[in-house]
């Protein structure tokens, strides 16, 4: 019901340019080349978001704004439901850190498009080159991600038919955050009439 409510309405999102991350070259079968790996920034219906790239297969172009739809992760499947719960479990500590979001980065793109069933930066469709600075820290914090995700969370997949945008994710606020906001709202709203 969530995902359904969510998807109701368009949602405008802008590409602002890069957060925390690296430059990383993949030589894996998929899209092998130089990438930026980490939170990217959007305006997302006016607002600064930090994101994280679910489609390695599309590359994006130019900076929007994009009509953009958002779903719930763990309606698309077991790969986008086990990256949702990656996105959830670290994101905030990940998105502050370039070693950590670039990894974060290079586990969901492993996850979301692996073929072989086996989680392995190191061979297989999305492979981390040697050459990249950094290597075996972003491989050892990639490998810690994938293997210890939460076994519940959810995460926003933002999509677009729209060309030049490039799937993102995001975490969906927990219940106690967004009841801390409201409860926040609610004091504010009252203070504000009674001026």
Known sequence: MVGACAASHAITMQYIGTNKG???KLSGSVMPGNWFAGSLKFKIDGVDTFTLCGDLTTQMTGSGPWTVTKVLTSTQGVKFEKAGRMVT???GDAIS???KAAALQLALWEV???TSGTF???AGDVKLDASTSN???LISQAASYETMPASTGDAWRYVSTEGGF??????VPEPASLAILGVGLTTFLRRRRRK
């Not at 490039?166 to 975490?171: I, S």
């Open 166 to 171: 490039q799937g993102q994710m995001t975490p």
């Open 97 to 99: 850190n370039n070693t």
């Open 135 to 137: 290597y075996a820290a």
């Open 112 to 114: 979301l498009h692996e």
């Open 22 to 24: 690296q430059a990383v």
């Open 120 to 122: 392995d930066l190191t």
């Open 89 to 91: 479990s670290f994101y």
